[in-house]
């Protein structure tokens, strides 16, 4: 989940209770719909009619020109037309919404979102899609979009799961985490990101796959916490090596002695929806400790070469 201009929408707060209990009763900035039913947003469902009317016309006026939309589709940063011709050229009989978050934000409105869309030969594509809208005189206007067409992972239906406890002391974790992966043989999972990154929710839920958790044995995870602001354990990242700047989740390994064994510079995992298991699978078995080191049985005793 991207901290730039292409990430605007991505911030997407569902957690405006624990942000008012961690300002201490300061003014909240944003307000946002409750977590467990997240409200309806019109242009969205605009939006939604254009397309299936075949409008491209009304659907290209809905992107914003000046500035220019931002849009990345499957992890590729493409162009409003782009955006455009994909939906249209669907001809998607029918498209039913499922709203994950609503976010009111000083810059506009964010959406996210999955899209079920019945297509002409019968078969339907799932669509994980995100929006960033601002109200530009008397007309809302997309700003950012983030898609990801037939997600390979798991898609969060909401974000409701505490993933990233606000009060959570991430030092202490990281040394408790450093010890058990010392007694176990075992290196130690450092996800840096917060509760309002869908991605981060996304990742969360590949990690309780159960094809990987051969993989996950060899880690300690710890997850931490870069607050509303994005500005948290700033001190552990720069510790760490671990950019924050290029979005989130972001990830390092480390070894239970503390030592960095490998960081994310570059937000290889920011757009975490469009992954694939197996491109995940491929980081997490390479930094994992040795398979023999996890061996925990009587010694193997190997006959003559």
């Not at 500035?67 to 499957?74: D, E």
């Not at 019945?118 to 960033?132: F, S």
């Not at 909401?158 to 993933?163: A, L």
Request: with cysteine.
């Amino acid at each position: 989940m991207s901290n730039g201009v292409t990430g605007y929408f991505r911030y997407i707060v569902l957690l405006v209770a624990a942000a008012a209990a961690m300002l201490g009763g300061q003014n909240v900035l944003v307000r946002a719909s409750s977590p467990e039913s997240p409200r309806s947003f019109a242009p969205l469902e605009q939006w939604k009619d254009a397309i299936l009317a075949g409008d491209a016309g009304a659907l290209k006026a809905m992107y914003s020109s000046d500035p220019a939309a931002q849009v990345m589709a499957n992890g590729v940063r493409t162009d409003t037309d782009a955006d455009v011709n994909f939906w249209l050229g669907l001809k998607a009989i029918n498209i039913t919404l499922e709203t994950v978050a609503v976010l009111d934000r000083p810059k506009g409105t964010s959406v996210v979102f999955r899209a079920a869309a019945e297509l002409p030969n019968g078969q339907t594509l799932t669509v994980a899609d995100g929006q960033m809208w601002r109200k530009l005189g008397e007309q809302w206007r997309l700003m950012s979009v983030e898609r990801a067409d037939a997600p390979h992972l798991k898609q969060p239906s909401d974000m409701n799961k505490n993933i990233y406890p606000a009060d959570a002391d991430a030092r202490a974790e990281i040394k408790a985490a450093e010890e058990k992966a010392a007694a176990g043989h075992k290196r130690v999972l450092l996800v840096f990101g917060a509760n309002w990154c869908y991605d981060c929710h996304v990742l969360d839920l590949a990690f309780h796959r159960p094809d990987f958790a051969a993989t996950m044995a060899g880690y300690e995870v710890v997850h931490v916490d870069i607050g509303p602001d994005g500005q948290k354990n700033n001190d552990l990242a720069k510790q760490f090596d671990t950019p924050l700047n290029k979005g989130v989740p972001a990830l390092a390994v480390v070894d239970s002695d503390g030592k960095l064994v490998v960081s994310q510079k570059n937000g290889e995992f920011e757009d975490a929806r469009s992954m694939t298991p197996e491109a995940l699978l491929e980081f997490l078995n390479k930094w994992r400790p040795d398979a023999r080191l996890q061996y925990s049985g009587p010694p193997i005793l190997t006959g003559p070469n």
